[in-house]
């Protein structure tokens, strides 16, 4: 149970994760991960970007080189895998930030030998509310 002994607003803090990575052989990145669940043009991850939805900026957690890997790789397709987690409270109302994401099993598969390329991973602290 969380006891909160100061002043209690509707904002949670939350830790961030995202790895954003090419896909260099298709064959073998399909036997890790399902690509259809995450895999994206270079247009799409632009138009993601554009938009602010390539990870938690405001929390640290954005892939800075994504833009330089892109055109560099205009006909690629992109993995993206975001999580995050809420933290805890100290008995002192300090955040305590989890670093267990759902998604580690699959950001773990995102390795040179499995298919993959120009691996990219952000983590970040930050409000989410």
């Known amino acids: 149970m969380k006891y909160?002994?100061?002043?209690?607003?509707?904002s949670s803090s939350s830790?961030?994760?995202?790895?954003f990575a090419?896909?260099?052989?298709?064959?073998?990145?399909?036997?890790?991960?399902d690509l259809s669940l995450y895999s994206y043009t270079a247009d799409e991850?632009?138009?993601?970007?554009?938009?602010g939805e390539l990870g938690?900026?405001?929390a640290g957690a954005i892939i800075w080189d994504a833009a330089q890997?892109?055109?560099?790789?205009?006909?690629?397709k992109f993995i993206i895998i975001e999580d995050s987690n809420d933290a805890d409270y100290s008995e002192y109302g300090e955040p305590i930030?989890?670093?267990?994401?759902?998604?580690?099993?699959?950001?773990?598969?995102?390795?040179?030998?499995n298919g993959f390329a120009n691996i990219e991973i952000a983590q970040g602290e930050?409000?989410?509310g």
């Open 45 to 51: 991850v632009r138009e993601k970007m554009h938009y």
């Open 15 to 19: 830790s961030y994760i995202i790895c």
């Open 22 to 33: 090419r896909i260099e052989d298709e064959e073998k990145a399909s036997k890790e991960i």
């Open 56 to 58: 938690a900026e405001y």
């Open 97 to 113: 930030y989890s670093y267990h994401f759902r998604e580690d099993k699959n950001i773990k598969k995102i390795t040179p030998e």
């Open 69 to 76: 890997i892109l055109d560099a790789h205009p006909d690629s």
């Open 126 to 128: 930050g409000r989410n």
């Open 4 to 10: 909160r002994n100061d002043f209690v607003t509707n």
